[in-house]
């Protein structure tokens, strides 16, 4: 019987897990010191305590906009054990954009700032002092939400991801058997922890085994490459191994106690997978989720981990390509990927019209993704179906972007598209129609710029911003992005055209 099937809430299989350990370390972190596991769950009674005490009930949202921090963690843990849904956001967000998200998950506590600020009552760590812990983790059922975390799609209106306390447990077991976690790994953690890849892939797997992580507050190269030296799995985006790469200090002998480097959040170069196979001899193995799914497919641990391709579904995933018609693709054949297995989200949050769209059949959940499935059942990604720019493994969604520029006065309309990028994979690149082409948008420039650092986190800044007269359109008046990337979507047509130098993306 599993853990889940004993007992409902996924902080209780957590929980069990580090029963025997204790006194093992948990989180160690250059700034705040190492917790064991005994502190960092006697903290995750007390937070309990202080959600309770707020008047938090179980089901309620809580919503966390907060810097990376041991005691972020505790409060993610938190909120599973007395029941509640943890909604956590990018602390880079504006004030306008977390607004959308506090109106659409209705949360009763809200956390806020560095100092973990709840409801504006205070720090949470001082709060934590005087409350009475909760002893035991709150019974949920197996259908009962554990998180909301908000994607996007082409229409830039944020969705919630609506992952239930099943959906985590079924994804956190799969990926610890199909990456052979044991309690003698050492995790390194140079991820954000208000998504996916960070919270739930990285963390999730390390506590099921109860190892030590050390816990760097962002991804540096030079602190990553310190911390290897003891350490036997790293998870990183592939703008991390490139900078890995392009340090002077990374080689085979920083990796030699470690035996596992994951990639995921964007499609890895297979030249940067050759070069780090060469300079270290590891075989980065390449993985493929999302938020809606967890992480389905990942390359094998034993076995080809082949470039250009995210590999096999894991345990409990079922994979299938279809055609426009919903029917399943022949092997080679190229079409929509779709995924089903009960590590699914639940629903998209208070969007049924968007759950059943995604859904074939009912519960084959549409990706949006573009791939092919080998004789093998080996999946291989070719694009993307909607016009989704992966930077540095953020999603950025261009419709987002357009709305600012399309606000600001002597703006006609835009069109934003990604272009290769050599650091960040890709990055946005803004096609500005104006009445005189540059010498308007040289007068509006500071506009732009404002109503972008008001509006949009720094990441989703265009790195380029292109003038025209006029966006390209069909017979039926829709923009032409496909025109556009042909014609900006490499340095060398962007640098063909009249264009303004734009803000500058900040990925970590």
Not at 153 to 159: C, F, I, S, V
Not at 210 to 217: G, K, S
Not at 484 to 495: I, K
């Amino acid at each position: 019987m599993s853990a889940l099937e004993g007992d409902q809430n996924f902080a209780a299989e957590l929980f069990a897990a580090a029963t025997s350990r204790l006194n093992a370390p948990f989180l160690v972190s250059p700034q705040q010191g190492v917790a064991t596991y005994g502190e960092f769950y006697e903290r995750v009674r007390r937070y309990a305590g202080v959600l309770t005490t707020l008047g938090a009930k179980p089901g309620d949202r809580v919503l966390v906009q907060v810097p990376k921090s041991c005691e972020a963690v505790a409060l993610y843990v938190a909120c599973l054990w007395a029941g509640t849904v943890h909604v956590p956001l990018n602390p880079a967000f504006t004030p306008t954009e977390v607004d959308y998200f506090v109106r659409d998950s209705e949360p009763s506590i809200t956390v806020l700032g560095d100092g973990l600020d709840a409801n504006g009552q205070g720090w949470f760590t001082d709060l934590a002092v005087n409350a009475a812990p909760l002893d035991r983790p709150v019974e949920r059922s197996h259908d009962d939400l554990a998180a909301l975390l908000y994607t996007s799609g082409t229409t830039g209106r944020p969705k919630g991801a609506a992952l239930s306390h099943a959906s985590l447990h079924h994804n956190a077991n799969a990926l610890s058997s199909a990456w052979r976690f044991s309690d003698q790994d050492h995790l390194v953690h140079g991820l954000p922890i208000f998504h996916v890849h960070g919270l739930f892939v990285a963390l999730h797997c390390a506590m099921l085994a109860a190892i030590p992580v050390t816990f760097l507050p962002r991804f540096d190269a030079g602190e990553v490459i310190g911390a290897l030296n003891n350490a036997t799995v790293f998870m990183g985006v592939p703008t991390h191994y490139r900078r890995l790469l392009d340090h002077p200090d990374f080689g085979r002998d920083v990796c030699r106690s470690m035996r596992l480097f994951t990639a995921g959040s964007a499609p890895l170069a297979a030249d940067a997978f050759a070069e780090f196979a060469k300079l270290t001899g590891h075989r980065i193995c390449e993985r493929y989720g999302m938020s809606e799914t967890g992480i389905t497919v990942s390359n094998p641990y034993d076995g080809e981990r082949r470039a250009g391709t995210v590999g096999y579904p894991v345990a409990g995933i079922e994979l299938k390509v279809v055609d426009q018609g919903g029917d399943a693709v022949a092997a080679g054949a190229v079409g929509t990927v779709c995924v089903r297995g009960a590590q699914l989200m639940r629903e998209y949050w208070r969007r049924p019209d968007a759950t059943a769209e995604a859904y074939l059949e009912g519960e084959w959940f549409m990706t949006g993704d573009v791939g092919s499935l080998d004789e093998t059942g080996r999946l291989s990604l070719h694009g993307r179906s909607s016009d989704m720019i992966i930077s540095g493994g953020e999603n950025i969604y261009p419709k987002e972007i357009e709305t600012v520029l399309d606000a600001v006065p002597g703006v006609t309309e835009s069109a934003v598209i990604g272009i290769p990028d050599l650091d960040f994979g890709e990055v946005p690149l803004a096609v500005i129609a104006t009445e005189d082409d540059g010498a308007t948008y040289r007068a509006i420039q500071d506009a732009v710029e404002a109503a972008l650092n008001s509006s949009l986190a720094r990441f989703k800044h265009p790195r380029r911003f292109v003038t025209v007269r006029a966006l390209p359109r069909n017979s039926m008046g829709k923009v032409q992005k496909n025109v556009l990337r042909v014609e900006y979507g490499s340095n060398h047509g962007a640098n063909s055209k009249r264009e303004e130098s734009g803000s500058q993306s900040n990925q970590e």
